[in-house]
């Protein structure tokens, strides 16, 4: 039987483009100060994102082909290349992966739902709380996607149960934004939340930033759940929900009666996850604990025989082998455009002027320029590989707190609010059909603007409180 390849035209534009920015950086002028291999770094970069939003081929593909042009270009050799993998991040995400494997083959979501219907008992703004919150706190140690996608499936049913119609229930516009929203803020709250925190953590210390667990949740913590609760008392602003029928709350309640006990897989699940939250925080104290080797001892026990949470055939199908070589290749394509002095020559160009403002002009311009452009890319990977590197250099030359100015993108790497289709989170909401592009720029402008604002005056003073 005869195989057949369709391309896209999204996947065909990605081509283009990416080969275009390639060819484009490798005729221009070399620019005073800078190098050939600097400027090619930054087509390369730019190609990886380009490549990376249109999909263009599959992610492992594509990060494959593009560490094998580091060498081609001249910017590092292969084995420069690959010792800048980032291999404690690639452990991290894998660790973590069996987590989020684990969690969905429980009954727990479930029983949170069931749990914040009869609290709110059926008020369209407590519910909308509700699941913002809770998504939000089990983001912080679990993927985004998958707390959503997890959600997603029991905040659907209920929405169908209640006879909340796609595109005319203000209910369902509201959670079904509430919750890729929410979930993705929630990777901010501790370094567990998304690999990006990881990247970031190591970036840090490439600074000579040491920041522990304990220190980065005592600034993710009171700070993303400010962004959760401004987002959550938003929301009934502008699309004004109605509320959840009674009938709505039995069908879930009906679920929740079939239950019966927790299961011995259940309890377990429970009891790992306590106890790498305990071995994370301890971590802030004993060094052998870090985030790493925490989320990978925990992987383990789930494997350990008696406990058999995993199995590696399950492994193997259900972890995301797109993020791990992200991961890996964002590090290295970060490392290519800092050895080659393209970054440092990039923010003396485009952020020279920036000392001369009033700091705290200079802090809420920034913030909001990465906020916006946060929107056009896709991955918290991405994010902060481009912006850290470009935020620290600024720091140097304005005398900002280094470790405040790179929590900007570390922040705004996960909590996407304005731009739907290059963000995956939202795909998984959107397809129901309860809301727009033009609802979620409705709803998310204020909100990125407020919190623009607040991250740009409260780190500079979190962090020295914090010893930084």
Excluded at 373 to 402: H, K
Aim: net charge neutral; glycine share 10%; aromatic share 10%.
């Amino acid at each position: 039987m005869k195989s057949k390849t369709f391309w896209s035209q999204k996947s065909v534009l990605g081509i283009v483009l990416s080969i275009a920015a390639m060819l484009l950086f490798g005729i221009l002028g070399v620019p005073e100060g800078l190098t050939r291999e600097g400027l090619l770094s930054v087509g390369l970069f730019l190609s990886a994102i380009i490549l990376w939003v249109t999909e263009a081929f599959p992610i492992c593909v594509s990060a494959i082909g593009l560490i094998a042009l580091m060498p081609l270009f001249n910017i590092m050799s292969y084995n420069d290349a690959m010792s800048r993998f980032g291999v404690g991040t690639v452990l991290f995400i894998m660790a973590t992966g069996g987590i989020t494997i684990t969690l969905t083959r429980t009954t727990i979501p479930l029983r949170i739902t069931a749990g914040i219907l009869r609290i709110t008992k059926g008020s369209a703004r407590l519910i909308i709380l509700g699941f913002s919150l809770v998504g939000a706190l089990l983001s912080g140690i679990m993927s985004s996607l998958a707390t959503c996608a997890l959600f997603f499936g029991i905040v659907n049913t209920m929405l169908k149960t209640a006879d909340c119609k796609p595109g005319q229930s203000q209910l369902g516009k509201a959670l079904m934004i509430a919750l890729p929203v929410c979930c993705g803020i929630g990777g901010f709250l501790t370094p567990a939340g998304t690999p990006g925190n990881i990247l970031m953590m190591e970036l840090m210390e490439g600074y000579g930033i040491h920041m522990t667990f304990a220190q980065w949740t005592a600034i993710g913590m009171p700070i993303g759940l400010l962004a959760i609760l401004v987002v959550a008392l938003w929301l009934p602003v502008v699309f004004k929900p109605e509320g959840v029928s009674a009938q709505s709350k039995d069908a879930i309640f009906q679920q929740y009666a079939k239950l019966g006990k927790w299961t011995a897989y259940e309890k377990k699940t429970v009891a790992i996850i306590l106890g790498m939250l305990v071995c994370w925080f301890a971590g802030s104290w004993i060094p052998f604990l870090n985030t790493t080797t925490v989320a990978v001892l925990g992987m383990v026990v789930m494997f350990l025989p008696g406990v058999d949470l995993m199995d590696w055939k399950t492994f193997q199908q259900e972890s995301d082998w797109n993020l791990v070589f992200i991961m890996g290749t964002a590090s290295i394509l970060v490392s290519g455009v800092s050895q080659t002095g393209a970054m440092e020559w990039l923010v003396t160009r485009i952020f020279a002027d920036l000392g001369s403002l009033p700091p705290a002009l200079m802090w809420v311009l920034i913030s909001i320029l990465v906020c916006v452009l946060r929107a056009f890319i896709p991955t918290t990977t991405a994010v902060i590989a481009l912006f850290a590197p470009m935020l620290y250099s600024i720091a140097s030359m304005t005398g900002a707190n280094p470790g405040a100015m790179l929590m900007i993108p570390a922040f705004w790497a996960p909590a996407a609010m304005l731009m739907l289709y290059t963000e995956p989170i939202f795909l998984i909401t959107f397809g129901e059909g309860y809301y727009t592009e033009g609802d979620l720029l409705k709803f998310g402008w204020l909100p990125s603007l407020v919190m623009a604002v607040v991250i740009a005056l409260a780190f500079p003073v979190l962090l020295p409180a914090l010893g930084f």
